[in-house]
């Protein structure tokens, strides 16, 4: 029997509160990032070739963020990485498109 895996992050600007959701998703993403101060949060859609498909620039303020990615309903079915990130703070979570 083996306990939960938990992930440990250190010193980071940016941390994933919620997944993203729905996952699949048809035509926007929801999730939720927390920021240790206020930034601008730089959000990116890669496909599996390892391009951005899609790019944006989000506001982000000090704690929770609930953060919504519309622009996406486009985009090919498929499995995609949403890349969060703030500086040189990276967060990374895999969705699939219907």
């Known amino acids: 029997m083996y306990s939960q895996v938990l992930r440990v992050v250190f010193n980071t600007r940016i941390n994933m509160v919620s997944r993203p959701a ?5 035509d926007c993403i929801n999730v939720s990032v927390q920021l240790r101060s206020a930034a601008a949060i730089s959000a990116r859609l890669i496909d599996q ?4 498909v899609r790019q944006f620039a989000l506001a982000g303020s000090e ?9 996406v309903l486009g985009l090919s079915s498929g ?5 969060l990130g703030v500086g040189e703070d ?9």
């Not at 990276?90 to 219907?98: G, L």
């Open 22 to 26: 729905p996952n699949p998703f048809s």
């Open 49 to 52: 070739s390892g391009r951005t």
């Open 63 to 71: 704690g929770v963020n609930k953060l919504t990615i519309n622009g």
């Open 79 to 83: 499995i995609y990485i949403l890349e």
């Open 90 to 98: 990276y967060v990374r979570e895999k969705v699939i498109k219907k």
